[in-house]
């Protein structure tokens, strides 16, 4: 099974920017959709980002269109998510994951990384 690991979570203020890693261990990442969902303490699990494997197609939530970017470099088997002009809404636990096919749906994802935390203050 594929094994991800995120990074690169921080404390920010308001209009700063992060960028975050996701490593595969597996073999599989090249032929495999990524995506990035995150999760506000109280609240669901949300879609931010998703890339298809060979990162020709990619889709944002209306939330972060325009402010995020989702890459990624097979080569090295991981995956980025460049967040700019960051709010405080944007504060959660960071996670990526990946599956078959690109999907905003969490149930769509095999492979869950631990979650990296990013917290957005004035």
């Known amino acids: 099974q594929v094994q991800l690991t995120e990074s690169g979570g921080g404390l920010v203020q308001t209009g700063e920017s992060l960028r975050l890693s996701c490593t595969a261990s597996?073999?599989?990442?090249?032929?495999?959709?990524m995506g990035w969902f995150r999760q506000a303490p109280g609240k669901e699990r949300e879609f931010v980002a998703t890339?298809?494997?060979?990162?020709?197609?990619?889709s944002y939530a209306d939330s972060v269109k325009g402010r995020f970017t989702i890459s990624r470099d097979n080569a090295k088997n991981t995956g980025f998510l460049q967040m700019n002009s960051l709010k405080s809404e944007d504060t959660a636990v960071y996670y990526c994951?990946?599956?078959?096919?690109?999907?905003?749906?969490?149930?769509?994802?095999?492979?869950w990384g631990q979650g990296t935390q990013v917290t957005v203050s004035s």
């Open positions: 994951a990946v599956g078959g096919i690109s999907a905003v749906t969490t149930t769509a994802y095999a492979y």
């Open positions: 597996g073999s599989t990442f090249s032929s495999s959709a």
């Open positions: 890339i298809s494997r060979s990162g020709g197609i990619t």
